[in-house]
Structure formats: C-alpha cells, structure tokens
C-alpha cells in the first residue's frame, strides 16, 4: 500500500505559467515532508521541506503548502521555466529514530517554451 | 563541499561476478543510505549506515553486502545478482539518520544492468 501518493504521472505547463504538483499521504504519522526533483540519469536533488508545524514554506520560485487536515500538499513552481522540466519525488517521514523517508511515485514536468 | 560521488557510473556484470559500487561524502554526514530505483518508480530504501554501523536492513537479499569502512565512504558489494536486479542504485548522506527532518544528498548514481 502505497504510503505517499502522486496522482499524476505527468504535467505540462506553458513556460512562464504556473505548475502545481501534488501529493498525498497516508500515514498521520509523518510529520515532516520534502520535494526532491530529478533529471535523467542524475540522482535526487532535494528541492524543499515543510514541517507539520508550518502550512507553507517559500523559497523562490518555489512554494510547498501543508494540508494537514486533508493529508495533502502541493509544490508550487512560479513561473515555470524550462530548466524545471524534470521528475518530481514528493517524500514524506517522522521525526523518530530510524524513520526513513518514503518516496512517492513521482510526477514528470514538462515546461514547454 | 555539498557533493556525494558514487563510481562507477555505468556497471555491466554476469551472474557470476563479484562487482562493488563506491559512494564518498566529505561533507561531515554522518549517515549514508544505499537506495535501489527501478525505471519509472521511486527510490526504495536498502541500508542506512548511522556512525558507521548498520541500523536498518531492508531484508535486502544476501547478493547486496554493504561496507561503511569510515564515516565517508560507503560501498556495496554485489555478488551472484540477478537480471531482476539491474537498476539505479543511488546512495544519499545525511547529517544524522536518528532524525526524519535531515536532508538526504543524493549522488548521481550508478546504473547497473547484470546480464
């Protein structure tokens, strides 16, 4: 059972426009969230974090909002440019010991010129 | 120094080899995860090497061995895999593995295909 879920395989946004990547989660557990974003035959590089205890963490043209109540939370990308077409892994953990950071499936960007 | 390095970047093997692939931080972490990425899925978690000793085993097969011989370097050796195991092995560092909040650094991978 998946524990960190991305509905959408793939999205394409006009460069310039706004992309909106989403997640959901399960687990009530998890209290601690980030975006990695990967290009072909690179690994992850991480991107943002959110905390539980905030609903929404900036950091330029990059925006993470916390849904808590709904167990949601979206990755805002604006504006959107072509350097940001690439896989986007929404991960979620705890703050225990040993937690280890579960991965969603990913969603692929594309930003066309 | 934000880099994890991992060598070598592209690995061929038989059945029967016995092959290692190396990952190195130098950025003071003292946490390093092996993860395994098959096309088109999200990295799954192996081993996680805290203070250089093993805290999780993902119930990983025997084929994959870790080594942590310093806080730096981390190796995984492979012997007798299997073609259901060629894939992007990825290994990651963090500050500390006690805490869920400490970012994983990724390195670019080693893409393995065992024939």
């Known amino acids: 059972d998946q524990q960190v879920k991305q509905n959408s395989p793939s999205l394409s946004v006009q460069e310039g426009r706004i992309s909106i990547l989403n997640c959901d989660y399960t687990n009530s557990m998890f209290d601690y969230f980030l975006w990695y974003k990967k290009y072909p035959a690179e690994g992850p590089t991480f991107l943002i974090s959110i905390s539980s205890i905030k609903d929404k963490n900036e950091d330029g043209r990059f925006t993470v909002f916390l849904n808590k109540s709904a167990k949601h939370l979206s990755l805002h990308i604006v504006p959107s440019q072509p350097g940001d077409s690439a896989v986007y892994f929404c991960a979620a953990s705890g703050i225990t010991s040993y937690d280890k950071v579960i991965f969603g499936p990913g969603t692929s960007l594309s930003v066309i010129p | 120094d934000t880099e994890v390095t991992q060598t070598p970047k592209h690995l061929v093997m038989g059945m029967t080899n016995k092959k290692s692939l190396k990952c190195e931080q130098h950025?003071?972490?003292?946490?390093m995860y092996w993860y395994k990425q098959k096309a088109k899925k999200p990295p799954e978690l192996m081993f996680v090497y805290s203070y250089e000793k093993l805290s999780i085993n993902e119930s990983v097969p025997s084929r994959f061995s870790p080594e942590c011989p310093n806080s730096s370097l981390l190796n995984l050796h492979l012997h007798a895999l299997q073609p259901e195991d060629s894939a992007l092995y990825l290994c990651?560092?963090?500050?500390?593995?006690?805490?869920?909040?400490?970012?994983?650094?990724f390195g670019p991978g080693t893409r393995l295909t065992v024939l």
């Open positions: 950025m003071g972490h003292r946490a």
């Open positions: 990651a560092s963090s500050q500390d593995a006690g805490r869920g909040t400490d970012t994983q650094y």
